[in-house]
């Protein structure tokens, strides 16, 4: 009959492409037996789990970025929504997050990612290496000074404001103590050259010229 022969055909309630097939031609199979997994590669979702003390910093609309092992942004997204409740085994709060189509993100991947809670332009930032503290934990910079014979190197403490918490890439905003185009050392030392010492920058790696960007 015309319905034996409708009830031979699968139709999926989605377009998107077939991902996984647990059946082979021929199988009997069962009802509610799973037989495809189909996937709208259009329409990725992220299920993220954020702990419980810091979910408060998270809201529906804020800007995702993932990242692949180079630390180069492969894909955007948007926070969709956060889960009510809490998982039980781990104590956190899942959050989905809508990602843009992209060929470097498919379904099934683990991804790194942030979402950025707040975001300033035009800011100040700085390796977050740079920093040290002195015996009074006044947080300051080592800013290279250019001289006749060389360079010399002067504490100077800084005023902090955003920080971004990428262990890859590490930055943090300066409020005050530096300008655009002041040269510091990239990391902190340990023991202070004696004061107007001459020293040889030997790497231009060990150096970075503060600018400004966008602070997140």
Sequence with gaps: TNKSVRDTIIRSPIRGQIAERMIQIGEKVTVDQKLFTVIDPSQLEIEAHIPVDQINQIRVGQAVQLFDDNAKIKSVGKVARISPATTTDSRSVAVYIDIAQSNMVRAGMFVEGQIILEQRDNALIIPDSALTKNNQATTRVMLLQ?????????????????????????????????????????????????????????????????????SR
């Design 146 to 214: 250019t001289t006749p014979q060389g360079y010399t190197l002067k504490p100077q403490e800084v005023s902090l404001g955003m920080r971004n918490n990428d262990n890859r890439d590490a930055k943090i905003e300066v409020l005050h103590g530096l300008h655009v185009g002041d040269r510091i050392l990239v990391h902190a030392l340990d023991n202070l050259p004696p004061p107007h010492a001459q020293i040889k920058i030997s790497n231009n790696q060990s150096v970075a010229t503060t600018s400004k960007a966008t």
